[in-house]
T-cell receptor, first 114, second 116 residues
Framework: TQLLEQSPQFLSIQEGENLTVYCNSS?????LQWYRQEPGEGPVLLVT?????EVKKLKRLTFQFGDARKDSSLHITAAQPGDTGLYLC??????????????FGDGTTLTVKP | NAGVTQTPKFQVLKTGQSMTLQCAQD?????MSWYRQDPGMGLRLIHY???????DQGEVPNGYNVSRSTTEDFPLRLLSAAPSQTSVYFC???????????????FGPGTRLTVT
């Protein structure tokens, strides 16, 4: 079974601080998505990364895909209370046994205090 | 567009009862999936479909059945509910990436199921 590991599991910071969360696997991804989920709602797509070394920016959020396509990071600059939520990464692996499926990490629960 | 809709939003079942969770999408997406989410955990894949008439098992398929007679609808059936099936269930759809990978998924609001 191919796994996605996300770290840290919980993160509580003050408004204005910067933070980075990580998503790692021992296998190569064909693509990887980051989602944000608020309580009582379904996950909402933030970004997709496909190419090794790729960097994408979404306002104060910066997403990076590792050169070997086995890891990814999400960096938030000057966090705001509205960034509070569960951040999930999901990947599709290259190997045939997992073709057609997305595997989700357990997520990072972020709390930004005013 | 309504996107992905799920009904009901909440449901309480007794052990042994059966029910169907409904999921519909109006984006003409080929790929649809069912996930369950338990406290402190991410999403685990139950079943998925790459098109009408085609379904396959995910990571945790036992106790659940699916069918896909149309592109729009992908119902999930609980055959004989058990307390271990207490969870939040999410349906998702996507265009797919041509290689039967789901790619970017759009999720419904979820169904919160309690089995007593």
């Amino acid at each position: 079974t191919q796994l996605l590991e996300q770290s840290p599991q919980f993160l509580s910071i003050q408004e204005g601080e910067n933070l980075t969360v990580y998503c790692n696997s021992s296998s190569v991804f064909s693509s990887l998505q980051w989602y944000r989920q608020e309580p009582g709602e379904g996950p909402v797509l933030l970004v997709t990364v496909v190419t090794g070394g790729e960097v994408k920016k979404l306002k104060r959020l910066t997403f990076q895909f590792g050169d070997a396509r086995k890891d990814s990071s999400l960096h938030i600059t000057a966090a705001q209370p509205g960034d509070t939520g569960l951040y999930l990464c999901a990947g599709t692996f290259l190997t045939n046994t997992n073709a057609g499926k997305s595997t989700f990490g357990d997520g990072t629960t972020l709390t930004v205090k005013p | 567009n309504a996107g992905v809709t799920q009904t009901p939003k909440f449901q309480v079942l007794k052990t042994g009862q059966s029910m169907t969770l409904q999921c519909a999408q109006d984006m003409n997406h080929e790929y649809m999936s069912w996930y369950r989410q338990d406290p402190g955990m991410g999403l685990r894949l139950i079943h998925y479909s790459v098109g009408a008439g085609i379904t396959d098992q995910g990571e945790v398929p036992n106790g659940y059945n699916v069918s896909r007679s149309t592109t729009e609808d992908f119902p999930l059936r609980l055959l004989s509910a058990a307390p271990s099936q207490t969870s939040v269930y999410f349906c998702a759809s996507s265009r797919g990436t041509g290689g039967f990978s789901p790619g970017e998924q759009y999720f419904g609001p979820g169904t919160r199921l309690t089995v007593t």
